[in-house]
């Protein structure tokens, strides 16, 4: 019956890939064979203690764990999906990519005595602007699939002085200083916490959000994100 009603809904409002905009077949989900296939995933959930995303906070933040499905780069085909996600008004995008990352990582063990999911927050006004966190809708496809609850409200962003984009690893860091604060009772110490956010670029915003909730005690820290911007 479901695959029925989705057929239906399908030749009335067919599914395109988030790529390319070609039509969906009925067993694709976000992106087409030919656009997964050529996603340029970095392979890191192979190894995620020790990879080139991992050691972005080596010496910065105590982490045990970092992965990105994909090498993001500004203006490439990859990059349209994250655009439609947070600037196209098209939240299910973070959940179905989410969806896709967390089967990926699980296979390799990836989720293992991960305690609680915690998306990187957007200030209340900002949030509001947008109408949804992408990073929150991410977080809901791989809790969906690896059965990791979201604490969504651990975590609650104080400051924004203005978007990352554009800023220089110094100014990232200056900008995002101080910019989190763990909530009261947010009950975390001694858990292992998979920080959730869609594009990581100097790591500055996942430091600031790391050493904020280790200050609720001994919290470990892993980090999965969709997208790498390498170098």
Same mark, same amino acid.
């Given at each position: 019956m479901i695959s029925f009603i989705s057929r239906i809904l399908d030749l009335i409002?067919?599914?395109?890939?988030?790529?390319?905009?070609?039509? +969906? #077949?009925? /067993?694709?989900?976000v992106l087409c064979a030919s656009c997964n296939l050529h996603l340029p995933r970095?392979?890191?959930?192979?190894d995620a203690y020790d990879n080139?995303?991992?050691?972005?906070?080596?010496?910065?933040?105590?982490?045990?764990?970092?992965?990105?499905l994909f090498f993001y780069q500004a203006r490439s085909e990859a990059s349209r999906m994250i655009y439609a996600l947070k600037y196209g008004d098209h939240p299910e995008i973070g959940e179905q990519l989410g969806c896709l990352t967390a089967e990926e990582f699980q296979a390799k063990g990836f989720f293992k005595g991960i305690d609680?999911?915690?998306?990187?927050? +957007? #200030?209340? /006004?900002?949030?509001?602007?947008?109408g949804y966190n992408q990073s929150l809708e991410i977080a809901k496809g791989v809790s969906q699939v690896c059965g990791v609850p979201i604490m969504k409200?651990?975590?609650?962003?104080?400051?924004?002085?203005?978007?990352?984009?554009h800023k220089n690893r110094l100014a990232r860091t200056e900008n995002v200083e101080d910019a989190f604060q763990l909530a009261e009772n947010a009950g975390l110490m001694g858990k292992h916490v998979l920080i959730?956010?869609?594009?990581?670029?100097?790591?500055?915003t996942i430091c600031a959000c790391g050493k904020a909730l280790q200050r609720d005690g001994r919290v470990h820290v892993s980090v999965l994100s969709l997208g790498w911007a390498k170098g």
């Open positions: 409002s067919p599914r395109t890939c988030v790529e390319c905009r070609r039509r +969906l #077949t009925e /067993g694709e989900q970095t392979h890191y959930e192979d080139e995303m991992a050691q972005l906070f080596w010496v910065r933040i105590p982490i045990e764990r970092a992965a990105a609680c999911i915690v998306p990187v927050p +957007l #200030t209340k /006004g900002r949030e509001r602007q947008r409200h651990a975590l609650k962003r104080v400051k924004f002085k203005d978007s990352q984009t959730i956010d869609d594009i990581v670029t100097t790591g500055a």
